[in-house]
């Protein structure tokens, strides 16, 4: 084995700018599966942390008339709050209108304990606020209906009867958040003022449960698990990770078809020194084996000279991060302003080993035919 991988490696450095060549091909793929990998990685762990501070907490109790893809349930999707709520966050969640500079736009009124730590929706600044019914709304409320702190809007909504009634909102706060589903069309505003503008006292829609909350068999209720409620966010990912695959399976397949091709001209053009080893009393799989390892070297090239430019530009990905366009963050996912690739030992090591393997099979195949040489036609330069 030691002798096919000096021959491997002087064949490999006697060929110049051709094995150059293909390990920058090569190299480049490399870096590229491990750079969409790593972003995909990063995008699953920033969703994931974002999500679970600003909206499931450790998991939600939801009332059992309530579907969170169906507006028409919020009307009777409500109900007391059970005895057994503690280390909960009850959210009480009603339709409603504003009417910004004479303008209709529908929000989903969302009432919230201001006493709360569970999530990140900053509740405590109702706690300092005189205003008559303040509410909190997050950065892409406030750039669609065109509101700054400070400002108030007419409010319309409807009581436990359907009877409409109407007042002004004031916004005290406007927050900064990733996950959409807070803040799109949303309007916070304390829970006490909600029960008594709709006359629900009590009641509750959801609740949020803290790290502390164990989770007991609750009528009219049901309870979904954080891993439940992150399986939308693993679909997505997974998603794209498929969308991922194809890009870099075919620029892989490039640098391994130059491979295989530079391999089958090798071995035309080195039939007499294919001819010459057998004579000398190498077996056929031995000689097969030098051009095995010889285009296997190929990869093991390419991950050095990836890893001396690689690294640094990972490096600094990795501290900088990828600023999202803002077309990319109206799109409802969790999607962070500022994307940061997780380089993980697995995702790396995984990659070695897949370019690696791939790139030994693509030389074995046209190694192949070194087996079907006769030794003396081979040393005469005559391919049979």
Wanted: charged share 15%; net charge neutral; glycine share 8%.
């Amino acid at each position: 084995m030691n002798l096919a991988i000096e021959l491997a490696y002087k064949n490999l450095m006697g060929a110049g700018l051709r094995t150059w060549l293909n390990v920058a091909v090569l190299s480049f793929a490399f870096i590229v599966i491990i750079f969409f990998n790593s972003l995909l990685q990063g995008w699953y762990n920033q969703a994931k942390e974002d999500s679970v501070a600003w909206e499931y907490g450790q998991g939600q109790l939801l009332n059992n008339n309530y579907d969170p893809y169906d507006p028409f349930t919020l009307q009777d999707g409500h109900g007391g709050i059970p005895e057994n709520s503690k280390h909960l966050t009850p959210i009480l969640i009603q339709q409603g209108s504003i009417y910004p500079e004479g303008r209709m736009v529908s929000v989903v009124l969302k009432g919230i304990d201001p006493d709360q730590s569970t999530i990140k929706i900053p509740t405590g600044v109702f706690k300092n606020s005189t205003a008559k019914i303040p509410a909190i709304i997050g950065n892409r409320m406030a750039t669609s209906a065109q509101l700054n702190v400070g400002d108030e809007v007419l409010l319309r909504w409807r009581d436990k009867n359907g009877t409409f009634d109407a007042a002004n909102i004031t916004v005290v706060e406007i927050f900064d958040t990733n996950i959409a589903s807070v803040d799109d069309g949303q309007i916070w505003i304390p829970i006490q003022g909600l029960w008594k503008m709709t006359g629900l006292q009590g009641h509750a829609t959801m609740f949020v449960a803290n790290e502390r909350y164990d989770y007991q068999n609750t009528e009219g209720w049901h309870f979904q698990t954080q891993k439940t409620l992150l399986k939308d966010v693993e679909e997505i990912i997974a998603t794209e990770s498929v969308g991922s695959a194809v890009m870099y399976l075919v620029l892989l397949a490039i640098a391994l078809l130059a491979i295989f091709d530079t391999q089958v001209l090798s071995i035309f053009r080195r039939q007499q020194e294919i001819g010459t080893y057998i004579a000398l009393g190498m077996t056929r799989n031995q000689v097969i084996r030098i051009f095995t390892v010889e285009g296997t070297m190929y990869s093991i090239l390419a991950v050095i000279v990836g890893a001396i430019y690689g690294t640094p530009i990972f490096t600094w990905l990795a501290t900088t991060g990828i600023q999202m366009p803002a077309s990319v963050l109206q799109m409802g996912m969790a999607i962070p302003k500022t994307m940061y690739p997780y380089f993980s030992f697995n995702i790396i090591i995984i990659t070695i080993l897949f370019v690696t393997i791939a790139a030994a099979i693509v030389s074995f195949l046209p190694a192949r035919k070194i087996a079907k040489m006769n030794p003396v036609a081979a040393l005469k330069g005559k391919l049979q």
